[in-house]
């Protein structure tokens, strides 16, 4: 299938885990795509590991997404590279557990930095570009479960994701006009690089006593009865980026196998 040829897309966060599959995925429905990580060395490795079967719809660029002139120049990157821009994913996220009690300003501002600010500059940044093409375009953002629920030794991880919910929402109200739509996905406990560390994290902080404790837990609410695997998601990511979500605006599509029914 060829749901996305012709589309050029960047996918943020794309050197490891959700959103390299992102990426890929694209790749395989026939996208060109941009894979943008603040690893700049990891990220150029996985463009190059998909360069074999894709030649030149791969490309890469390092970027911190909470600088706008950074963002920038990916996204003038990827138009040089592809000449436009047409969906761009919101995915780069980070998170530092501690327990609510003992959360710092240092640990607000750092994942507030990346998962908030970081979100809302991709997305006026995509948006400047899409406008200045004619409009037209997708922008998805990458929430999570903790969009929908507290937790109490993951506060500002919550935080900043009720936020992306809150941005999404905002966005498509004001980017409708020029005929962009902003939609966002909610994963649930994935089997992924970033849990491995939140796992660690959470042992640090006295919350696990054993290592896969948290996952074990987290993974007793699923209705699907397992964690999911990067593969999990993908096929509502493409859908996302591609015709078939158009008449989509505002929403965010949960992604967890049951843990959060709302």
């Keep these: 299938m060829a749901r996305l040829s012709g589309r050029v897309c960047i996918v943020t966060g794309a050197a490891q885990g959700i959103g390299r599959a992102i990426g890929e995925a694209l790749l395989d429905e026939g996208a060109k795509v941009c894979f943008a990580d603040i690893n700049g060395d990891k990220v150029a490795e996985v463009a190059e590991a998909n360069r074999s079967r894709f030649a030149d719809s791969v490309t890469s660029a390092q970027v ?15 138009v040089d ?6 969906v761009k994913f919101n995915n780069a996220g980070v998170n530092k557990p501690m327990n609510f009690m003992d959360v710092t300003e240092d640990n607000w501002n750092f994942i507030m930095g990346v998962n908030g600010l970081g979100c809302m500059i991709g997305m006026q940044e995509a948006a400047r570009q899409m406008i200045a093409q004619g409009g037209g375009g997708k922008i998805v953002n990458t929430a ?6 507290g937790f109490d030794n993951v506060a500002p991880y919550c935080a900043s994701k009720w936020a992306v919910v809150s941005l999404t929402q905002s966005g498509a109200r004001d980017l409708a006009k020029h005929g962009i739509t902003v939609t966002g996905f909610a994963p649930g406990v994935v089997a992924t690089e970033m849990w491995e560390q939140v796992d660690q994290d959470l042992m640090a902080i006295g919350a696990a006593e054993r290592p896969g404790q948290a996952m074990e ?12 695997k990067p593969a999990d998601i993908t096929g509502t990511t493409t859908y996302l980026a591609s015709a078939d979500s158009d008449y989509m605006t505002g929403q965010i599509v949960m992604i967890d196998g049951g843990m959060t029914l709302v």
């Design 217 to 228: 837990e987290f993974s007793s609410e699923i209705l699907k009865g397992r964690v999911a």
């Design 81 to 86: 590279s592809f000449g436009r821009l047409d």
């Design 64 to 78: 911190d997404v909470t600088s706008r002139a950074r963002v920038r120049a990916m996204i003038d990157h990827t």
């Design 144 to 149: 999570s479960i903790a969009s929908r629920q």
